[in-house]
């Protein structure tokens, strides 16, 4: 999930919002509550994915 992070914010790493994406997608699989939001909030947003609002609602409801 932190490493998702990084990749968003080009901490330590080069940005790359689809690699932030990948690492997020790992987390959010296993059930971590945050990277399921932040999933939420890519698709909502469009930041490394195709903006998609129905699959962000799915995500911030796995999220709850």
Known sequence: F???GCYNTGAGVAQD???AVR???LAAD???AAAQLSM?????HGTGVIKDEAEAV????LAA
């Open 58 to 61: 799915r995500w911030f409801r």
């Open 17 to 19: 919002e689809a690699e």
């Open 2 to 4: 932190l490493l998702g």
């Open 30 to 32: 296993q059930g971590k």
């Open 40 to 44: 939420g909030v890519c698709f909502a």
């Open 23 to 25: 690492w997020l997608r």
